[in-house]
C-alpha cells in the first residue's frame, strides 16, 4: 500500500480514539506531511493546575504508536504511581474541596505532557505552537492543530436530578463523560467561550483536496469545531469536498456516548441521523456495511453515500477505510 | 525513652534535612502533639504549574518515615517516570523557553502532594491550611506551619560570572540550590516579599516552653524566617528560652552549602560564627563535640553554650540531642 502513496493536501476534522485510529490508517495511505488534523479543544480541562487536553494527546500518542490500544487513551506501559498515592489526600480534604480529584487518571508517564503544556502556556506559548512542539517530541509529521488557540469549554446539562447533580445544572464534559462515566442524561450541549473564538486551520480548510469528518462524536468532538465561527460556512463552501465517517454503525456508537447523546438531543441515532447533522457540510457520507439498508434515505438528503467496513480493528481496516474515503472525495468521476 | 516523654510546648524553626532530622528525635522525647514547626517557604517554587514547598515536604514526609534517608528529600521506595518522559519535550522547547525543567526532579508518588497542594491553592486555600492537610495526610501529630501564608522568595546574587550568569544577576533559590547545585559564589541573599508578609506562629513562639532553632542553614533556611515582621522581636523578648543547634560542625556544613555561603556573605563558618548570628535572638547555643574548643568564645558573647554529639546518623542521637536541647532550656537551674 505504501508504493500508492498519495500526498493530498487532506484536513481532518477529529475527536479522540476514532479520529485517531482513521488516522493511523490515513498515514499509511497519504503522506503524512499532507494531513492537516483540527482537533476538538472543548474537553480540554485543569486538574491539579495541570492544563490537559484528552483529544490532542489521544490523536498524538495514536499516530506516535504509544497509545494504549485497550484503553484508547494515555500510554502504553504506563503505571499509575501518582494517581495512587493522591488517595490520602482525598482523604483529608475539606467537605467542599474538589482537590486532588482522583476520578481523572492521568499515568506517571502522560504527566510529562501535561507538564510541557502548562509550563509552555505559562509562558505564554498558544495552543496551536504548543501542540506542533509537543508533536514533534513524537516525531509526527501531520500537522497537529488545535481549533482554536482561545478557551472553548463543553458544557453538559443535565436532562434529569441524578447523582451528577439536578435535572438543568451544568457539568463540564470531562465530569459527564469521566467522573459520570456518560451514565446521566443530557438535555443540551453548549461550547462556553466559542463565539468569541478565533478558528485555526481555515486556510487549510480552502485549500484541502479532501476535509474528513472523522467517525467521531457529532455532538461533542465534531460540534464544538463546528461551532467555531466561520468554520461551518468554510465547510459548506468547500461541501464537495467534504466527506464524513458515520461513528454510528448498527444504531450504535462505536465507542463512547454518542449514541445515547443523539438520542438524548433529539436527533437518530443512527448512519441517517447523522447525515442529517453533517448534510448541509458534507456531500459525502461513509457509512459501515451493517447499515448498506440506509443507502436509499441518505442519499435523498442529498448526499453520496458509500458504503464499506469502518470498524477499524487494525491499522489494516483503518488504512482500506482511508484509502476508500479519499477516493469519495478524488476518485469518482468529476 | 518514651516512658519520660515530655509534653511542653516546644515551637522548632525549621529548614529541610536538619531540621527534620531533629524533630524525628524530638517526637520520640516530647509530645509531637505540643510541637509546632515553623518551615522556611523562601525556597517554594513553582515548576510545571504544580506549587512545590520543598521545606515543608521534607519535615513532612521525615517526621512520617517515608523520606529516601539516603537523599534526604523525596518519599522512599520511589519512581521517575514522568521525569524521564520529560525529557523527550526539553528536546523540542525553543530556544527561549524554560519549560520542561528537567534539572528539578519530582518523583512520581512525590507529585501527589503537589497536586493536592496546587489544588488546594487554586480553591483559594491557605499555605497553613493546606500545610495542615497535609500534615494529617500523613497522619502527624505536629503542627506544621509555613513561616507564612504569604509569598516569600528567597533570591540569590551571583558573586562573580559563572555558569548561572553573570556577576550581580539574581537567581531563584532552587536554581542556586538544585539547577547549579550551590556551586556558585554568592554576593547577597534577599527574601523578595517578607516585608508585607504576615509570619506564622507569634502566639505559638510567645507561649512556647521552648523555642528551638535547629540545624539548618542560618543565611537561606532560617534567615527567611527572622526577616518576616516581628519574628526577630519576638525570639529577641523570649530569648531566654530560645535555644539554637549549630548546623556547622568543624567549619563545615553537615549537608548543603552552608559553610561556603556563610564565608562568601561576611560571616566565620564555625560554630562561633553561628553564634554570632544567634546571639542577640538566642540565650543558649548547642555545638558539636568536635567544636568543644568553642565554648570558651562563644559564651564570651553572652550564650549560654552546650557541648554535645549533633551529627545525627540515626533518631537515637536524634533524640538524645533533642532532649539535650530541651533540657539546656528548662533542665537548667533557674
Given at each position: 500500500m505504501n508504493a500508492k502513496k498519495s500526498s493530498l493536501p487532506i484536513v481532518v476534522l477529529a475527536g479522540g480514539v476514532g479520529a485517531a485510529r482513521f488516522l493511523r490508517g490515513l498515514a499509511l495511505v497519504n503522506e503524512p506531511r499532507a494531513t492537516t488534523v483540527i482537533v476538538n479543544t472543548g474537553d480540554d480541562t485543569t486538574l491539579h493546575g495541570l492544563n490537559i487536553s484528552p483529544d490532542i494527546d489521544t490523536v498524538v500518542y495514536t499516530l506516535a504508536h504509544a497509545i494504549d490500544a485497550q484503553r484508547g487513551w494515555g500510554l502504553s506501559d504506563e503505571s499509575w504511581r501518582a494517581m495512587d498515592s493522591l488517595k490520602k489526600y482525598v482523604e483529608v480534604r475539606p467537605e467542599n474541596s474538589d482537590a486532588a480529584p482522583d476520578w481523572f487518571n492521568l499515568g506517571d508517564k502522560d504527566l510529562a505532557t501535561h507538564f510541557y503544556r502548562t509550563a509552555r502556556r505559562i509562558e505564554g506559548a498558544g495552543a496551536s505552537q504548543i501542540a506542533a512542539e509537543i508533536a514533534r517530541a513524537w516525531d509526527l509529521e501531520q500537522q497537529i492543530l488545535?481549533?482554536?488557540d482561545d478557551a472553548v469549554s463543553t458544557l453538559v446539562e443535565l436532562a434529569e436530578d441524578c447523582i451528577a447533580g439536578k435535572a438543568g445544572d451544568v457539568i463540564s464534559f470531562q465530569e459527564y463523560f469521566v467522573k459520570y462515566k456518560h451514565g446521566v442524561a443530557v438535555r443540551s450541549v453548549a461550547f462556553d467561550g466559542v463565539d468569541s473564538a478565533k478558528p485555526n486551520g481555515l486556510a487549510q480548510l480552502n485549500n484541502a483536496g479532501a476535509i474528513v469528518i472523522a467517525?467521531?462524536?457529532?455532538?461533542?468532538s465534531i460540534g464544538p469545531i463546528r461551532a467555531l465561527p466561520l468554520v461551518d460556512e468554510t465547510l459548506r463552501k468547500n461541501r464537495e469536498r467534504v466527506v464524513a465517517i458515520s461513528p454510528i454503525v448498527g444504531g450504535r456508537a462505536i465507542k463512547g456516548p454518542a449514541d445515547r447523546m443523539l438520542n438524548e438531543l433529539g436527533?437518530?441515532?443512527?448512519a441517517l441521523g447523522v447525515a442529517k447533522i453533517y448534510s448541509k457540510v458534507a456531500s459525502t457520507l461513509i457509512i459501515d456495511s451493517a447499515d448498506a439498508g440506509l443507502k436509499d434515505e441518505i442519499q435523498a438528503l442529498g448526499m453520496r453515500c458509500v458504503v464499506t467496513d469502518?470498524?477499524?480493528?487494525?491499522t489494516s481496516v483503518s488504512a482500506a477505510l482511508a484509502k476508500t474515503t479519499i477516493d469519495a472525495i478524488v476518485g469518482r468521476p468529476s
Open positions: 488545535p481549533m482554536t467517525p467521531s462524536n457529532p455532538i461533542v436527533h437518530e441515532s443512527s469502518t470498524m477499524m480493528i487494525d
